[in-house]
């Protein structure tokens, strides 16, 4: 008798236009309710990352495209007017299903009632003026006078100190300062060689954490500023962006790696490879990152506080005092950050925190 294996073949991907179709309508109509925050901060970043990849020219996408957003523009004004607290989202979503081919002028409207309302002077975040201006000049509408904000930034940036020690909230800022100051790309951010050295110090935390989300936006935060991220960095992200699970799953829990799957994509396409080439479906989905076996940054760390007033800052001292202390997968990596990518060598010297037993 002889045993039958079943082959499943493997999904069908779609042509461009018809998977970010299928994307834009899962996020629109079937992940969240429209009176969700949730429902604005996941529409919002995929719009935002479609606009900035142009992907109504890689793709092709237009007006029928953006359909399930259609009741949403109509009503935006209306919205803004209710929920003025929400002015961000909610005109960063118009600006960008506009530019994506949208017909309309509802954000130049916008902007203007935004700015005459005064809700972009009530921030207490230096980082959110600096997005709410962005967003007003997109329609060259000014917001309230601060000429000091963009210096402000620059010098948060220009601290490498603070990017060698693990701080998500400090890193996620760094690169959305660069997002906002470049204006994602068009224009030069005008960053000083520390605020570079600080992506790079961000970049090896995140690999060093095996964090796909925060290093994919230390690698687009990179480019905008005109610098090329290491290969060692995108080439893992590449093939961290090729394990990702996508599936219909209409009962499904939503805590999931959405946000991950976008900027991981996001950065595939500013390195020129083709973006979501996924079976992507018009309905609910589920976006899930491969299981990770390591956690090197946590080992690392361990190590290193266990050996007290024994750290060094010499990266080569330290590598065959915890040649013992550390797995093997976990120092072939270090060895691998210490050979191909920069700044490491002071990268560790902040991280080792030597001398402070």
Known sequence: MSNVVALRPSPRVADPDRRIAALIACFALHRRSEEDV????ENAELLNILDCTGAARWAGIGPQALLPHAEFYTSAEARLAFFPQYYRFLLSMVLDLEDLGMPGETGARMARSIAASGA?????SDLQRMEARRLLARRAVSGPADPGL????????????TFALPNKKAAYELTHIVFYL??????????APEALTSLQFAGHLAFLEQNSDLLAEVCIALRYAGELP????TSWLSRETQLFHVEADPQGPLQDGYHDFLVCNWQLALSGDEPFRKPLVPGRMRFDRAAQRLAPLRELSRALFAMKGGRSADWVVMRRRMEGALPPMVLELLDVMARETAHFDAF???FARAGRA
Not at 38 to 41: D, G, R
Not at 230 to 233: G, R
């Open 38 to 41: 949730f429902w604005l901060k």
């Open 120 to 124: 972009p002077g009530t921030e207490l």
């Open 150 to 161: 963009e210096d402000r930034l620059r010098d948060f940036c220009a601290r490498p100190g």
């Open 182 to 191: 470049s204006e994602y790309g068009r224009r030069d951010p005008r960053l």
């Open 230 to 233: 290491p290969a060692l960095w």
């Open 348 to 350: 560790f010297e902040g």
